[in-house]
Structure formats: C-alpha cells, structure tokens
C-alpha cells in the first residue's frame, strides 16, 4: 500500500513533546520535552506507517490495532499511542486514543484547518454533490478575484480527495483524523484558501472531525439511515448537530426544507453564538431560495435569490435535488465572502459528481444511469426526476449493502416499488448479513410499494443484463445504491466492482445491429415525457 503524500510546512515534535501534550506518562529514558526522538508523521494504518512516525493503535469493532503493531514496528515507527500497550513500540497510553486522534493530528501538523476555510457539509442525501458543488464554485472564485494564478481549492468528498498534488479515491466518507489534519496540511503547505469537505454523521460520532476548525457548515437534509449507530432519529440529528457547535463552526448554513433543518436551524439562532444563513429551495422563509426550478434530460435550472444576488443558475447536474445543493453551496460560498458571480459560473461548469445520476452511454436507444441512492428519500428523489423522462418504462436496479439499520430494507424496497415499472433486485454487499434475506426484505418491500413487476437476480452483473435486456426505446435504466463505489463485500471476500463499468459491459453486450447509436442526451431529448405516476412527485 502506498503512502499518502506527506505535508512539509510544519514543525517536528519530539516524542517527549507528544506524551507532554497528551498528558501521557513521559517515555523512559528521555531528558525533556526538547530531546528525545522526532516525530515527523501521523497514521492510524499500520501499512503506512514509515520511519519518523507516530502509530495510532486504535480499538476496531473486529479487533483492536495494537495487533498490528510489529508491522507498524518494521515499518518504522517512533512509537504508539493507545489505550494499551504495543508489543514492541513504546506506547502513549490514552484513555481513548480515537477521541484524542483529531486534536493530536492538528496539533502535530500545526493546526492546517486555522490557515484554511474549511467548509463542511452534513446531512443525509446530497453531501457529496454540494461539496462538489461548493470546490467548484471555490476554486472559479479563487480564479476569477486572482486571475489563473489565484490560490487553489482542495476537495475533500466520499469519492475522492483532490487539491495541488492530491488526486485519488476516497476510503471513507470522511477520512480517519490522522489521515484528514495531514491533507488538510497538504493543502495549506499548497496555498490551497478553500477546502470543501464532506462529513458524516460516523465522523462526528466517532471524533473523525475532532480538531478541525471550520470556516462554515452546511446542513442538507435529514432521513432515515445509519440507525444501526445513532439507534434513532434523535441520536442520528444529534449527532450532525454536533458539527454546528460553537467553538466548532463559525458560520452555519441550514437548509430549513423539512422539520430537521428548522429544528437544527432554531438551536443555532437560540444559542446565538454561531451567526445563521437559512437556505429553502421548497417555498420556505429563507435568507437564500431557489425558486421556479426545471429539471430536464440535460440538466437542471432555477432562479437564486438572496441578499446579494438575484439570478438564473443553470446547472448541467441532473435532478430536482440538484438546485438543492446548488443552493447551499452558494449560500455558503457568499456567506463567507467569495466572488458570487465567478462562483455561479463554477458550480454551471461543474458536468458530473462521480456516480451521482452519472449518464453511462453505450449507444444505447435508451437512457441509462448510475445514481447512489441508497434509502427511501433518496430514492423518492431521484426516481421522481427519472420518472418525468421516461416515456416508456422505468428499470430499477437495487439492493441492500449489509452491516446496516435492519428498518432500512422494507421502505427502500416500497419506495421503488411505488416509481418503478420493473425492479430487479440484487445483491449489494452483504458483509456478514444473509444475501438472501437481505434480498428478500427489499423485494418483499417493492411488491408492496405498487404494480412493478419485480424479480430477483442474485448476481449483480447479471441484474444489470436483465435490466438491460427488457429495455426498449423511451425507456429509463437505473442502478441505485452503490454510486460511485469500486468494490463490494460479501463475508470475509472484498471484490472489484464498479456499477458504470459493469452497466457499460450490459449495454455493449446487449447491443446489437438493430440499436442505432445516439448518445443518452439526444434520446431522452427526442422523447416527450410521460406524466408522472401517482405519487411519484417530490418528497413532501
């Protein structure tokens, strides 16, 4: 495993230094805070690990890190810290050495996030494609008050970490603390001045965030999921509230669109202590609104208004949703001071959020898609859109990743049930769950949902060919839950699997002489929609 791009621009600690600022029992044998070993580094991998580093030794739900720890030792490392000792490695020892993580690895790397505008964005749908959003919009400000040469913006999402010298796929949806305060400090020793992070509610309940100082917050929305860690909806909201504390946050953006945002939106203004900017794009009182929104085959349009602007957007993102995220991303964006005007121009330039209503074109007379809805507003969300291109039948790929809240399978499968005209079912990943049960539940939930036709496919390869083979001209394909993923577990086994690659490979197989070759744009373009079916229309 290769290791992440160190930062430069900050001061190496000594070993003793570390245990001082971590109230740690001092390592033996050193003279004082300014002698002793270096420490250059921090990771929690031990695979990463290399010589002048400090090893986080972190409690795991499977097994505990310090079983790493020779390799952490062979690979270099000054010492550990943890919550008990390390074979081999002297070990700081910490009473929760996560919770300490976020702190340390700002501290070590001479607090990054102080020299950045931070932006991070929460919620249940849409976090990826407004932090998308909002490094586009950042980075055509930065050029547009600079010229070319203006100071970058970093980008840090669930798909990817991209800034100066930064381009690879995420792991997480928000990175482990070590591994966030060092891009952060990558990207402060780049001049990078913006950097859009996405942040979840696992990050904020399990300290990944710690540390960081953030410029602003944006809240999105708040549905059902992740309820096997936060047990319900209050703990789920809790925790996202978390990242709008004071001394946190210095600015808090709220989407007041459903109860959440309004419940989270009268704490901030209570309080007093955070200034407030409230973002609507479904009629509700706001600073900033969205208003006569237009969802098309090739994009998507709204008219922003707020203090400062009143303008057409035109986006070539596809989906309602879309002007939602659009929204908060500029709210923010002008909140904090950026250019608007050049910042509207960035998020209209921005063509694609990597396996969010991602067109995958094979010639195909039909349109096909990848999208990472992956819960029953999400789904309602994007198959509400779908449904107002499809002149003839919507195809629905979906299953269930395992590992998660065991309420979250009957409503997904309803709701599709409900906007669908055939479902396949497959697997997802079951992780340690039954395949099958899992399968069984989404199905069971889609039958009840309407009239769609539903039939199981176990392999998900295969699903996509049967999705691929009922499809005819003015029809819709799409292939929910997994976005933008490149691999899928099932027990111990973790295999390569990337939905827009294997749903190419269903469409080149099925193509044959008599499909003529059009792009997914021009042949939803020659259709004329079909009306929505019941209930098909926005989420209330």
């Known amino acids: 495993m290769s290791r992440p791009r160190a930062p430069r621009g900050h001061r190496p600690k ?66 550990a810290v943890s919550d008990r000792p390390c074979p081999g490695l002297t070990t700081l020892l910490v009473s929760d050495p996560r919770a300490r993580a976020g702190p340390l690895a700002d501290w070590l790397y001479d607090h990054p996030s102080a020299e950045l505008d931070v932006i991070g964005v929460t919620g249940t749908n849409g976090k990826t494609s407004t932090t998308h959003l909002l490094h586009a919009g950042a980075a055509a400000a930065a050029a547009g008050a600079l010229g070319a040469g203006g100071r970058p913006a970093g980008l840090l999402s669930g798909v990817v970490t991209r800034g100066p010298g930064v381009d690879r796929p995420a792991v997480l949806t928000t990175a482990e603390a070590a591994d966030l305060q060092r891009d952060l400090a990558v990207f402060r020793d780049a001049g990078v001045a913006t950097a859009a992070l996405e942040v979840s509610s696992h990050a904020l309940a399990l300290h990944r965030v710690d540390g960081t100082r953030f410029r602003a917050a944006v809240f999105t929305n708040l549905a059902a999921d992740h309820l096997d860690l936060h047990r319900d909806m209050d703990g789920y909201f809790e925790a996202k509230a978390r990242l709008f504390e004071p001394g946190r946050c210095a600015l808090a953006v709220v989407s007041v669109d459903d109860r959440w945002g309004h419940r989270l939106a009268r704490r901030v203004a209570d309080d007093g202590r955070v200034p407030l900017v409230t973002t609507s794009a479904r009629g509700q009182p706001a600073d900033w609104t969205a208003t006569r929104v237009e969802a098309t085959a090739t994009g998507t349009r709204f008219r922003l208004r707020g203090p400062t602007a009143d303008r057409a957007v035109h986006l070539r993102l596809l989906g309602a949703h879309q002007a939602d995220n659009a929204l908060s991303a500029l709210a923010a964006l002008a909140a904090t001071g950026a250019d608007l005007d050049a910042a509207v121009l960035g998020v209209e330039r921005l063509a694609l959020v990597p396996g969010r ?83 069984a539940l989404v199905a069971a939930g889609a039958r009840s949902g309407g009239r769609a036709v539903v039939r199981e496919v176990p392999d998900r390869a295969d699903a996509f060919a049967a999705a691929v083979a009922g499809a005819r001209p003015g029809d819709v394909v799409v292939v929910l839950g997994r976005g933008a993923g490149r691999e899928m577990t099932t027990g111990t086994r973790t295999d390569g699997f990337d939905d827009r690659v294997a749903l190419r490979a269903a469409l080149v197989a099925a193509r044959g002489p008599v499909l003529r070759p059009a792009s997914a744009a021009s042949a939803t373009a020659r259709r004329r929609p079909a009306a929505p079916r019941p209930g098909s229309g926005p989420p209330p």
């Open 14 to 79: 000594t070993l003793a230094e570390v245990a001082s600022f971590l109230g740690a029992a001092p390592p033996p044998g050193q003279p004082g805070p300014g002698d002793g070993p270096v420490v250059t580094g921090l990771h929690h991998d031990s695979r990463r690990v290399g010589p002048g580093d400090l090893w986080l030794a972190l409690p795991g739900a499977g097994r505990h890190g310090a079983g790493f720890a020779p390799a952490a030792l062979a690979r270099g490392a000054v010492a």
């Open 357 to 439: 209503m991602e067109v995958v074109d094979a010639g195909q007379p039909f349109l096909a898609l990848v999208d990472f809805a992956h819960n029953a507003h999400g789904v309602e969300r994007a198959l509400a859109h779908l449904r107002t291109l499809t002149a003839g039948r919507l195809h629905v790929v979906v299953g269930q990743r395992g590992g998660r809240d065991p309420g979250k399978p009957g409503p997904l499968g309803a709701a599709v049930g409900r906007l669908a005209d055939v479902v396949v079912v497959t697997d997802e990943g079951a992780h340690d769950q039954d395949p099958a049960l899992l399968r």
